[in-house]
Protein backbone atom coordinates (compact mmCIF):
# COMPACT_ATOMS: atom_id res chain seq x y z
CA UNK A 1 0.00 0.00 0.00
CA UNK A 2 2.60 2.37 0.92
CA UNK A 3 4.26 1.55 -2.74
CA UNK A 4 1.20 2.15 -4.78
CA UNK A 5 0.64 5.69 -2.50
CA UNK A 6 3.85 7.05 -3.70
CA UNK A 7 3.58 5.87 -7.26
CA UNK A 8 0.10 6.21 -7.88
CA UNK A 9 -0.74 10.18 -8.96
CA UNK A 10 -3.33 11.26 -6.84
CA UNK A 11 -5.29 14.57 -7.74
CA UNK A 12 -7.50 15.62 -11.17
CA UNK A 13 -6.78 17.36 -14.21
CA UNK A 14 -8.12 20.69 -13.92
CA UNK A 15 -8.60 21.30 -17.78
CA UNK A 16 -8.46 17.64 -19.35
CA UNK A 17 -9.50 17.38 -23.28
CA UNK A 18 -9.56 14.05 -24.89
CA UNK A 19 -7.19 13.69 -27.57
CA UNK A 20 -5.04 17.01 -26.86
CA UNK A 21 -1.73 17.00 -28.38
CA UNK A 22 1.22 19.57 -28.86
CA UNK A 23 -0.50 20.79 -31.79
CA UNK A 24 -3.63 21.56 -29.96
CA UNK A 25 -2.46 22.79 -27.50
CA UNK A 26 -0.91 25.15 -29.40
CA UNK A 27 -4.33 26.14 -31.12
CA UNK A 28 -5.88 26.16 -27.19
CA UNK A 29 -3.23 28.98 -26.52
CA UNK A 30 -3.83 30.90 -29.50
CA UNK A 31 -7.66 30.80 -29.12
CA UNK A 32 -7.05 32.11 -25.54
CA UNK A 33 -4.98 34.77 -26.11
CA UNK A 34 -6.96 36.19 -29.63
CA UNK A 35 -10.51 34.67 -29.59
CA UNK A 36 -10.40 34.38 -32.98
CA UNK A 37 -13.63 32.14 -33.89
CA UNK A 38 -11.64 30.70 -37.03
CA UNK A 39 -8.98 29.22 -34.69
CA UNK A 40 -11.93 27.93 -32.47
CA UNK A 41 -13.38 25.92 -35.57
CA UNK A 42 -10.20 24.27 -36.51
CA UNK A 43 -9.89 23.38 -33.56
CA UNK A 44 -12.63 21.67 -33.25
CA UNK A 45 -12.77 20.23 -36.34
CA UNK A 46 -9.17 18.91 -35.90
CA UNK A 47 -10.28 17.66 -31.84
CA UNK A 48 -13.43 15.65 -33.61
CA UNK A 49 -11.20 14.13 -36.09
CA UNK A 50 -9.15 12.65 -34.08
CA UNK A 51 -11.23 11.62 -31.46
CA UNK A 52 -13.26 9.46 -34.59
CA UNK A 53 -9.91 7.87 -35.80
CA UNK A 54 -9.17 7.11 -31.59
CA UNK A 55 -12.51 5.52 -31.54
CA UNK A 56 -12.36 3.92 -35.32
CA UNK A 57 -8.39 2.46 -33.64
CA UNK A 58 -10.03 1.05 -30.81
CA UNK A 59 -13.23 -0.45 -32.11
CA UNK A 60 -10.95 -2.19 -35.17
CA UNK A 61 -8.54 -4.00 -32.17
CA UNK A 62 -12.04 -5.76 -30.80
CA UNK A 63 -12.14 -9.02 -30.86
CA UNK A 64 -15.35 -10.86 -30.27
CA UNK A 65 -13.87 -14.94 -30.87
CA UNK A 66 -13.79 -15.40 -26.91
CA UNK A 67 -17.00 -15.99 -24.67
CA UNK A 68 -17.11 -13.18 -21.94
CA UNK A 69 -18.51 -16.32 -19.71
Known sequence: ??????????????????????????LLDQLEETGDTEVADHMIESLDAARCRRWEETTEQMNFTKSSR
Open 1 to 26: MKAAHFSIPRGFRPRYIPCLDEEYQV
